[in-house]
């Protein structure tokens, strides 16, 4: 019998070979991929939101979680049936144009997937037009902006201005996030909210698209 509460485990543990393992087994023994990916992937990357939250898990063992999530996760996604997996919306993510710093953007992408969010990486150095025609073209939900330096954060004001241009502002959220970045900006440039953490990345995104 597939053990699921050991492959959510093996995600919190950041086994991912362990992880990979109980996955062909569930697999070899019929489990729907739904099933897998809800109560075993997602469950895990659950509990290792709510460490993060709550300062028992750190940057590097939530990264080692999300890996071990991610390689698992590729191996079940291809086999899901049209339609069997709800996604919770997708979000276009990425750093700002001229900012090359990524591992809290990463952080933040992979805990969304782990979320059951369908996440569009953009990675670094993204322009506001990308953004606004990537949402546009994909039918993104939300956009979730990340910058690390201070001087870049004027290029979130430029997105959010883009999409207003686009006619899409309120029919695409906007999130960011990054260490200069507070609540106040946010208010400020417009952006429909803000998130400290990755953690409460993924809460924010799941309160603003419910």
Do not use: W
Not at 74 to 89: C, F, I, Q, Y
Not at 97 to 120: Q, R
């Amino acid at each position: 019998m597939a053990d699921l509460q050991a492959l959510a485990n093996a995600v919190i543990g950041g086994e991912r070979e362990n992880a990979l393992r109980l996955t062909e087994e569930a697999i070899d023994e019929g489990v729907k991929p739904s099933v897998i990916i809800n109560d075993g992937l997602i469950a895990g990357m659950s509990v290792v939101g709510e460490k993060f939250k709550n300062n028992e898990f750190y940057v590097p063992e939530v990264l080692i979680a999300a890996r071990a999530m991610q390689t698992a996760m590729e191996r079940v996604k291809p086999l899901l049936a049209e339609g069997e997996m709800t996604s919770r919306g997708k979000v276009v993510i990425g750093t700002v144009k001229g900012d090359l710093h990524d591992i809290g953007k990463n952080l933040v992408a992979m805990m969304l997937e782990g979320g059951g969010f369908d996440v569009i990486d953009l990675e670094v150095d993204v322009s506001p037009e990308q953004f606004v025609s990537t949402a546009a073209e994909s039918g993104a939900h939300c956009i979730a902006l990340s910058a690390l330096l201070t001087t870049t954060m004027p290029s979130m004001k430029d997105t959010v201005d883009a999409l207003v241009e686009a006619g899409l502002k309120g029919q695409v959220k906007v999130i960011i996030g990054g260490a200069p970045v507070t609540q106040s900006y946010a208010d400020e440039i417009g952006a429909d909210g803000y998130a400290p953490d990755a953690a409460s990345a993924v809460d924010k995104v799941t309160q603003l698209l419910a």
